[in-house]
């Protein structure tokens, strides 16, 4: 059981004071996690940060996920290298105004994987954070791995000023379960949790409009109230949200006018009102 986390806080090393420096100029941090792999936290990641980014805002995109990273694919910045400034800091690579980072930047074979233990992760996750010069933003969305492993146990740890997680769930009962389990982490850690986001709640069909529930709907708002948690809303199984995703283009970004955009972009602003209240 991991507890007080964050009483193991940045310490006063230079690594430390780094971080503490970079991260001061971005005033919000959130966390995307989720209990079970799949269930579209890296889709829901990148166009969260285009959407705060369609509403004026300035936003960044960490993906913490080292053993499989996939916003390079997401947000189309694949095969691109991070190039180094004077001082020996990093730039990320931007792309329709969102800074992104993401492990795959780093490898040089993206068919290679990364066998790291935690101690590495960690490293690897201070350097995002302390060496990258992603300048002055208002959010940074950091896409995790799936579960409750090292990975945002570290962005936590090292993160202790965390507005809060977003926790995204599949509407089936057998996903319920790992939305409560991930909220009790998120709690457990200290890190408030932002709300609930049902992802792959029904289809609409695109020829006849009529929706079908395929993994039902309607749990990640159940979770969210026995939890008494915020709902944050429900985004549809739409295949333009996964083609996009496969060409390296957000949603959001490419259909900025689609229902399930407004969507997203609503539960953008749910999250602004929480945390500019
Ligand atoms: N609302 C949606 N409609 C259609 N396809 C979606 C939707 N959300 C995600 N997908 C697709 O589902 C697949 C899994 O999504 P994604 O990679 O974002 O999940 P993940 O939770 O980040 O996975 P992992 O746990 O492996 O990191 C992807 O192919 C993605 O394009
Ligand atoms: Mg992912």
């Known amino acids: 059981m991991v507890q007080n986390i964050k009483t193991n806080l940045p310490g006063q090393g230079d690594e430390d004071r780094k971080i503490r420096e970079r991260m001061a100029k971005i005033k919000h941090k959130i966390l ?11 889709t829901f990641a990148a166009n969260l940060a285009y959407a705060f980014v369609a509403d ?45 980072v993401t492990m795959a ?10 066998i790291w233990r935690g101690p590495l992760k960690m490293k690897a996750i201070k350097q995002f954070l302390g060496d990258i010069d992603w300048g002055e933003l208002d959010w940074l969305v950091i896409d995790s791995p799936p579960g409750t492993g090292d990975e945002p146990l570290s962005a936590v740890q090292l993160l202790p000023e965390m507005d809060g997680s977003v926790i995204i769930t599949q509407p089936q009962d057998l996903s319920l379960l790992d939305a409560r389990k991930t909220v009790k982490f998120s709690q457990t850690i200290g890190v408030k949790v932002l709300g609930i986001v049902e992802n792959m709640s029904g289809f609409i069909c695109p020829h006849c409009g009529k929706r079908t529930d395929i993994f039902k709907s309607g749990g990640g708002k159940k979770a969210a109230e026995e939890m008494k948690v915020p709902f944050l809303g429900s985004i549809p199984i739409e295949p ?38």
């Open 240 to 277: 333009a949200i996964m083609e996009s995703g496969e060409m390296g283009k957000p949603f959001v970004w490419m259909f900025p006018d689609a229902e399930s955009s407004k969507i997203m972009k609503e539960i953008a602003g749910k999250i602004r009102a929480e945390l500019e209240k």
């Open 105 to 114: 930047s780093l490898l040089q074979d993206s068919d290679q994987p990364v």
């Open 32 to 42: 995307v996690i989720s209990g079970k792999g799949g269930v579209g936290k890296s």
């Open 56 to 100: 004026g805002d300035s936003a960044g995109i960490l993906d913490i996920d080292i053993h499989g990273p996939s916003q390079g694919r997401i947000t189309g910045i694949e095969g691109l290298q991070m190039t180094i400034n004077p001082d020996n800091s990093i730039k990320p690579i931007e792309k329709g105004g969102v800074r992104i």
